[in-house]
């Protein structure tokens, strides 16, 4: 069995789920999308845990791996490295709203629960296609993604993991979190230039075919870590699912009842997995898109025009900072059904930075927080519900409220409200000491220990352990620079 992938861009550009795996990246620069978004009747899955419902969300996507592999990747991937035996834990806020909290793994942020798999769904599609090139993994950060891939990737055998983040545009944990990471085949580098740079160069690396040819005399090929690449989506298409069934189960919904989920967005990938679910047949009803001061995708939702053509702006959600929205290619491939639409636009954006798409999804809302708002929803949730979260939470958390406000002013019907919690505050502690009117200490070691008194919560492992690590210092890199940097790494992978 094996499900067929072809480009955002060329609906005859075709590739095994495989092989899609391991490309990433279209070789036209498109984005691989199922040929058949699955659907199957959630109902069944009623009591499952998310180990189980994650083996069978990667079997209907990845169907070529077989079932053995897929629970091999599965136990390897979550059986010990999250805090929390549900994985994903859902956390009521009051009776009708609950966070999903998604960091608690290994990096304290939501892409740990993709990026656990994602070496090994990788190593795998290799056995099926027979591949035994190495691959090396480049990857454009915001702040969460690369240490992400480091910590899954770190000491895999055949893999090397580079990584670019924007110097100055990440917080001073996750650049700490990024400078200790030890294994020879795992490197980042700090680019003097802001996130939409770094994923430009990235995105480029996969296009240029006189890379290739020397990566290959090497024995060595490219590929993605960012939700540019199939598997980074797939995995987090799980959590839905889990949480609406937590939610049963606690007695918050009742089954087949319509759910609201508000998601902070950056590069669009955490929202397309929602999408997913839905497409999948999970009874999500509205799924909102929450920016934070860089709104493009707030602007788009509601004009129906994609404009890049301003300053990005550098904020407390470090990790939302972007200012082209890679997943926005697969919704619109899919809303459209129409690769040919999708290529012009996307040619259009590159070339004159905007362009124009008739939105008809009306169950999709689009809403931005700024940077005052963040800070009073960080205070305010503390105040009322003695919770503690962070920024880039903070921001859905406004826009879910902003919405149900003007809803419950045109007398619509109410749904259950779940809102996706993507960081641990004590990753960005400092911006939440600031937002709860508290002195910021200079070191990261007595930020986090005052946040454990105030939020009555242990500084998470992971950071304890941070603490005491010296690491060495960020290395600089000019944008000119990258591409040496590629072929230099390379030849160590
Ligand atoms: C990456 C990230 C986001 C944005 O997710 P996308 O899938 O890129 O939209 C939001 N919050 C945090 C903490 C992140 O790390």
């Keep these: ?60 996507y990845f169907p070529s791996l077989g079932e053995e592999r897929i629970a091999n990747v599965v136990k390897t991937a979550y059986d010990k490295r999250f805090r929390t035996r549900q994985i994903c834990p859902v956390q009521p806020v009051d009776q ?8 608690h793994g290994p990096t304290l942020a939501f892409k740990d629960i993709a990026l656990s798999a994602l070496p090994h769904l990788m190593r795998a599609a290799q056995e099926v296609t027979g591949d035994t090139d190495r691959l090396l993994i480049l990857t454009a950060t915001s702040g969460d993604t690369g240490k ?16 670019f983040y924007p110097a100055d545009g990440v917080s001073r944990a996750q650049e700490k979190q990024m400078c200790t990471q030890k294994e020879n085949n795992v490197f980042a580098y700090a680019v003097e230039g802001n996130f939409d740079d770094c994923q430009r160069a990235v995105k480029a690396f996969f296009t240029d075919k006189a890379m290739a040819s020397s990566l290959k005399k090497q024995g060595v090929r490219l590929s993605s870590a960012n939700s540019i690449n199939i598997g980074r989506l797939v995995p987090q298409i799980v959590y839905y699912f889990t949480a609406y069934e937590s939610l049963v189960l606690a007695g918050a919904i009742s089954e087949g009842a319509p759910l609201d989920v508000t998601v902070p967005t950056g590069n669009f990938g955490d929202v397309l997995a929602g999408y997913y679910a839905k497409r999948m047949g999970l009874p ?48 619109l491939y899919h809303e459209s059904k129409d690769a040919e639409i999708v290529r012009v636009e996307m040619q259009k954006l590159a070339s004159e930075g905007h362009f ?28 009322t519900a003695h919770q503690v979260v962070d920024p880039h ?101």
């Design 1 to 60: 069995m094996v499900l067929m992938y072809h480009s955002t861009r060329d609906a005859s550009l075709r590739a095994t789920d495989a092989e899609a795996l391991l490309q990433g990246l279209a070789p036209d620069g498109g984005l691989f999308v199922p040929e058949k978004i699955p659907t199957v009747d959630f109902r069944a899955w009623r009591g499952l845990r998310f180990e189980e419902v994650a083996q069978r969300i990667f079997r209907l």
């Design 96 to 103: 009708t709203l609950a966070l999903l909290e998604l960091w």
């Design 148 to 163: 992400a891939a480091m910590e899954g990737f770190a000491g895999v055998d055949g893999f090397g993991v580079l990584v």
């Design 284 to 331: 999500l009803r509205i799924l909102t898109v929450a920016s934070n001061t860089n709104h493009v995708l707030t602007d788009f939702g509601q004009s129906g025009t994609y404009d890049a053509r301003r300053e990005l702006v550098r904020t407390t959600s470090p990790s939302m900072d972007i200012l082209v929205s890679s997943n926005l290619e697969r919704f």
């Design 356 to 383: 124009s798409f008739a939105l008809s999804d009306k169950d999709m809302r689009w809403g931005y927080a700024d940077e005052d708002a963040v800070q009073k929803t960080i205070a305010t949730l503390y105040r």
């Design 393 to 493: 939470t903070a921001v859905a958390l406004h826009v879910q409220k902003m919405l149900s406000d003007a809803q419950s002013d045109k007398d619509e019907a109410r749904a259950y409200q779940l809102v996706l919690s993507t960081a641990s505050p004590f990753k960005f502690a400092d911006t939440v000491l600031r937002a709860l009117h508290r002195p910021v200490p200079a070191s990261l070691a007595q930020q986090w220990e005052e946040l454990a008194a105030l939020s009555k919560v242990p500084v998470p492992e992971p950071l304890r352990v941070l603490a005491r690590e010296k690491g060495h210092a960020p290395q600089r890199l000019t944008r000119e620079a990258m591409r040496d940097a590629v072929i230099g790494f390379a030849k160590g992978v």
